[in-house]
Nanobody
Framework: QVQLVESGGGLVQAGGSLRLSCAAS????????RAWYRQAPGKQRELVAA???????DYADSVKGRFTISGDNAKNTLYLQMNSLKPEDTAIYYC?????????WGRGTQVTVSS
């Protein structure tokens, strides 16, 4: 099992920045993809950014150039640096780890961007 706990969300004005963290614990091995998703009210959950083994980081078109995904393997922590935030970035942000046949989610952290 893998446990994921997100933090770092909050209320920020448009144009501001936030850094989200996802602390992982448990049996963390053979994880082939680590990602951030988000879900806005009334909308489907969507992929924001992802690390897949053997590939360059992948970003949703709506966040390219503004968000950066990174990780600290020593701390078992995944980050999402979010700059130039827009009101449409308002959502609950979720951390996701994939292992063959297993899909793990955190409980999410709320990001609210005011105009």
């Amino acid at each position: 099992q893998v446990q994921l706990v997100e933090s770092g969300g909050g209320l920020v004005q448009a144009g501001g920045s936030l850094r989200l963290s996802c602390a992982a614990s448990g049996t963390i091995f053979r994880i082939y993809r680590r990602a951030w998703y988000r879900q806005a009210p009334g909308k489907q959950r969507e992929l924001v950014a992802a690390f897949t083994i053997g590939s360059l980081p992948d970003y949703a078109d709506s966040v390219k150039g503004r968000f950066t995904i990174s990780g600290d393997n020593a701390k078992n922590t995944l980050y999402l640096q979010m700059n130039s935030l827009k009101p449409e970035d308002t959502a609950i942000y979720y951390c996701n780890y994939l292992r063959s046949g297993e899909n793990y989610w955190g409980r999410g952290t709320q990001v609210t961007v005011s105009s």
